[in-house]
């Protein structure tokens, strides 16, 4: 395939390499696939996409708050924090009969995958029968469980995979540079010493950030070459967008350019071919046509529900009518 460019960087000699070993990124190499006319970066991502996934088929995903709240991390973006006055109150640990109850209803109705997020900076030990009674109820029900819990150490890792987690969220946020700008309560290596006891250990991971906190074009795409460069590139990668929540000093931040945020989400998969690219919060910011191009871009994964833990969401009928304006059907687990 030969697709014009105005760039040292070859095209085709990426797409060759990403048959074999995942290729090694660099700021130069992926500002150069960014900064494509946008009609060539979308046949680049979708050619690449087809060589991967269905073409239109979406993973269905349902996302539960299992503890709202309180969160004493800083975060500049979540209304769970401890740190911000935004309305909501913290909560202790749901109960997993109710989880798995909910997970039911979410498979019913056509997810395959379960996420269950807490608001901690890390589990308590006094919580663990009871997360890993949510772990086994949902596999229970045949579907793939995702948990996003805070950080981990080595051996909360473990009992986590013992337990049968697929996947463990775990997201950097953003670039290195401008991660200090957002958070202060941990770090950026602590972000990827997490996401290294989950590969450790056996587990999928689930990572990707938000753009739209104010951080530069470099940084968003440099956030992208941390993910495509880790030892191995995570399975599921969630692209955000930022809800602005009053209360957090990212209220007032200026939403993304919606055709950049497309621009995103295909590099991701052109970097990270194999992987799920999810599109994640933000959607009710965005139009049918911006989430069609999404789609186009490779995107191939969504969260669907009427919230994501403590903010809106497209409802299901939307969804379920966005799907069939596209022609796209929800995944079936067996696929995934």
């Given amino acids: 395939m030969t ?36 009609n060539d970066l979308l046949f680049l991502a979708q050619t690449i996409h087809r060589q991967n996934f269905d073409r239109n088929r979406v993973q269905l995903s349902r996302l539960l708050n299992i503890k709202t ?3 004493p991390e800083d975060c500049g973006y979540c209304s769970q924090s401890a740190h911000y006055e935004t309305g909501v109150k913290a909560s202790k640990l749901v109960d997993a009969k109710h989880v798995i109850d909910e997970a039911a209803k979410a498979r019913d109705g056509g997810a395959t995958r379960y996420c269950m997020g807490a608001a901690w900076r890390s589990p308590k030990e006094r919580d663990m029968d009871v997360v890993v009674a949510m772990i086994e109820g949902v596999k229970a029900l045949g579907m793939e469980t995702c948990m996003t819990l805070g950080m981990l150490d080595l051996e909360l890792a473990a009992r ?3 337990a049968g ?5 775990h997201n950097i946020d953003t670039s290195e540079r401008y991660y200090g ?13 997490t996401l290294g006891h989950v590969r450790a250990v056996g587990m999928k991971v689930c990572c990707g950030g938000i753009v739209g906190m104010g951080e530069e074009k470099t940084d968003r795409i440099d956030m992208l070459v941390t993910l495509a460069n880790l030892p191995e590139p995570p399975e599921s990668v969630p692209i955000n967008m930022l809800i602005p929540i009053e209360g957090t000093p990212l209220a ?3 939403a993304i350019d919606p055709i950049d ?19 994640s919060a933000g959607r009710t910011a965005m139009s ?3 989430q069609a191009l999404c789609f186009f871009a490779g995107a191939n994964s969504i969260f669907v529900g009427d919230t994501l833990l403590t903010a809106g969401n497209p409802g299901e009928d939307k969804d379920t009518l966005l799907f069939r304006r596209l022609g796209i059907e929800p995944m079936e687990l067996a696929t995934q």
């Fill in 3 to 38: 697709i014009g460019m105005n760039s040292e960087f070859d095209v085709n000699q990426t797409m060759q390499s990403l048959d074999g070993t995942p290729p090694r990124w660099n700021r130069k190499e992926a500002e150069a696939i960014y900064g494509m006319p946008f």
């Fill in 69 to 71: 709240g309180g969160c």
């Fill in 160 to 162: 986590l995979k013992q």
């Fill in 165 to 169: 987690l697929d996947y463990y969220n």
């Fill in 181 to 193: 700008e957002v958070i202060s309560t941990r770090t950026f290596a602590d972000r990827l010493e």
């Fill in 252 to 254: 007032a931040a200026d």
């Fill in 261 to 279: 945020f497309v621009r995103i989400v295909a590099l991701a998969r052109v970097m990270m071919p194999k992987s799920f690219v999810r599109l």
């Fill in 288 to 290: 049918d046509e911006t």
